[in-house]
């Protein structure tokens, strides 16, 4: 797997770095900023950026989420847990997943290799991250939409989720579909199954976060 990492502290790179390449990754750069990531690439492929969110560059969380997903990167924030905020925008924008720096180093590399593997991380810190945030918008699924959205975003083919929960493929897909609006009604668009999977995961949905069983409605 091809891993870089963007931290403005020296210290933090070359941890990482000797920490990566003890576990057989190939370490392509370690930069200070994201614009010195995009440089130092220069135009190679990477499967996963470990990111801090808090740059000395005076860069935005967004921006620099964005411009690592423009390189067809995966983003782990890899940052200190309690900054909340920076947390849920950095999840706004499409980071796979948020790992702290209090973290065990083995912890924050078998989190790169799940997110590499274009997995999103059902953690502790997002969980806390999107209570936390009083802004944040849950779309008002109904009992049906929740148990699909939970079989599809697991991995099940939508066929065969409808089979699980006995209703039809045409039913099933007309359920998705209402789910996609409701996202794009609450700000949240989803147009992939992996977007519907960080949604499940950011709204309790999936196992291992916290969910209220009901129907939403």
Known sequence: MRVAVVDDHESVRLGLKAAFLGEGFEFLIAAASVRE??????GRECDVVVLDLSLGDGSSVTENVKQVQALGS??????????????REALAAGAAGVIPKSSA??????????VA???VLNNLEWATAIDADGDFARAELGRREREILHLYASGL???????????????????????RVKYV????????????LRRAVEDGILPGLDSDGGDGH
Do not use: C, F, M
């Open 37 to 42: 990531l995009v440089s130092g690439l220069d």
């Open 74 to 87: 995966a983003v782990l924030v890899h940052s200190i847990a309690d900054r909340v905020a920076l947390v």
């Open 105 to 114: 180093t083995r912890t924050v590399i078998a989190a790169a290799a799940s």
């Open 117 to 119: 593997r274009g997995e």
């Open 157 to 179: 083919p939508l066929k065969l989720a409808a089979q699980q929960l006995g209703i039809s493929y045409s039913t099933a897909r007309e359920y998705l579909d209402r789910i």
């Open 185 to 196: 009604e609450v700000g949240r668009p989803a147009p992939t199954k992996v977007d519907l």
